[in-house]
């Protein structure tokens, strides 16, 4: 049953999540990913994997629930997401090595451990680079912005680097900066600089090849494009969304960053990330993390169901990241620390299965138990869902070919 479900009374358990490396070029399945990263470090005991049966000290303060997928409890701090969970994969055996916020950041958001010698591409910047712009809309989006250093292009030219939206989509005035031009800056204007910027290129031809003059060239075009691009500054209103729609998603930040994502990718964007903060809890984690869920629960789960009924889900690869979990054990401060050794994410649409739980971890959350998965499979996931070979190689600078995917292969135990 290598690389399949397993028929089992309770959740669906897939095999072994890894296949066999010679045959891995997929045919895509998803248009565009939406990734939600909770920076922090989420506690798994506490949301996708709890452990009802432990001690207090590791099963915390907050109880287990039925889902929506028969024999998968989630934590009561997750209800609405419970009642989707038959449209999810949850993978509860996640884990690697780097239990330090940025190194653990590194490792899930490129699919790489850090190096010091090389800071390597986002997921999103490299679909940017293979996939390109669509629809006049910027590929890889960071809404509101980037809430890690390694959201960003690394090692790839600037062009590649993610479009921030800036300010709080919560806010009933928010607008995204400078998607329009100066009121006093006309079409004739804006022809006349732009004529200007291409006379002043092409007086350095010897310049023209350089790395920087490339991305330059680039990001110019791409911004030029979306600034007289009525499709880009339509898909960027979320003032054209329904009330009822700003209600199931939740009218706070992540849920109106969350109902922005889903525009873009309707309209034409390719990776779209909600950078989502405020999960360290060191300290008195039953008083915080509950806030935090609710907002996450009401939004992820409308998210999953709005593109469900929209007929939208099957090509919409949805992610809920963090760079790590937490500790099996509550600490003498009532939080938990960081603990890399296991942790969850949740996947849906995309070409994904429904209703799969993926691995397991011990009785304390503290290692898996069955099927770990590493960063660079989910790179390889993500990358082959979206019809891009994680066998291939980048070019750094200096011509430097670097593996696109290494060490990891897509869980196709996750892959419908």
């Known amino acids: 049953m290598h690389g399949a479900a397993l028929a089992v009374a309770g959740p669906i358990l897939a095999g072994s999540p890894r296949h066999d490396p010679r045959s891995s070029r997929l045919p895509p399945r998803a248009d565009a990913v939406i990734q939600i990263h909770m920076a922090g470090g989420l506690s ?22 039925e889902s929506k997928l028969a024999g998968c409890r989630l934590s009561s701090l997750l209800p609405k997401t419970a009642s989707v969970a038959d449209k999810l994969v949850i993978v509860r055996s996640m884990t690697h090595t780097e239990a330090d916020h940025d190194r653990g950041a590194h490792s899930v958001l490129t ?21 390109g712009m669509r629809n006049d809309l910027p590929p890889y989006v960071c809404v509101p912005g980037p809430n890690s250093p390694f959201l ?21 005035r928010f607008r995204v900066r400078d998607l329009a031009p100066a009121q006093e800056m006309d079409e004739a204007r804006r022809n006349r ?76 964007s390719r990776y779209v990330v909600i950078a989502h903060d405020g999960f360290d809890h060191h300290a008195r984690i039953g008083n915080d993390l509950p806030a935090r869920m609710a907002e996450f629960d009401q939004t992820f789960s409308a998210l999953v169901a709005d593109l469900d009924a929209d007929g939208l889900l099957e090509r919409t690869l949805v992610i809920a990241t963090s760079e790590f979990g937490r500790t099996p054990r509550i600490n003498a401060d009532g939080g938990r620390d960081h ?48 019809g891009i070979d994680p066998e291939r190689k980048l070019m750094s600078a200096g011509d430097r070919p670097i593996d696109l995917v290494r060490d990891g292969a897509p869980i196709l135990g996750a892959i419908a």
């Open 111 to 131: 699919g790489y451990a850090p190096s010091p010698a090389i800071v390597y591409p986002s997921f999103g910047s490299v679909v940017a680079h293979e996939l």
């Open 339 to 386: 603990w890399a050794r296991a942790f969850s994410i949740a996947m849906a649409g995309g070409g994904c299965k429904r209703g799969v739980v993926l691995g397991a971890t011990n009785a304390s959350g503290a290692e898996p138990e069955s099927d770990p998965v590493r960063p660079a499979d989910l790179a390889a996931t993500v990358f082959s869902l979206l």
């Open 152 to 172: 960003q292009n690394g090692y790839l030219g600037s062009a590649h680097a993610p479009f921030a939206v800036g300010g709080n989509p919560g806010n009933a």
């Open 44 to 65: 798994h005991i506490d949301t996708f994997d709890p452990k009802p049966e432990a001690a207090v000290e590791v099963r915390g303060p907050f109880g287990a629930i």
């Open 193 to 268: 600089r732009k004529a200007l910027l291409h006379d002043l290129d092409a007086g350095r031809p010897e310049l023209q090849t350089a790395d920087a003059v490339v991305a330059s060239e680039a990001f110019y075009a791409q911004a030029f494009t979306m600034l007289e691009s009525e499709k880009a500054r339509v898909a960027f209103d979320l003032q054209k969304e329904p009330d009822a729609r700003k209600d199931r998603y939740g009218r706070h930040r992540l849920g109106m960053s969350t109902l922005l994502a889903r525009r873009l990718v309707a309209a034409g």
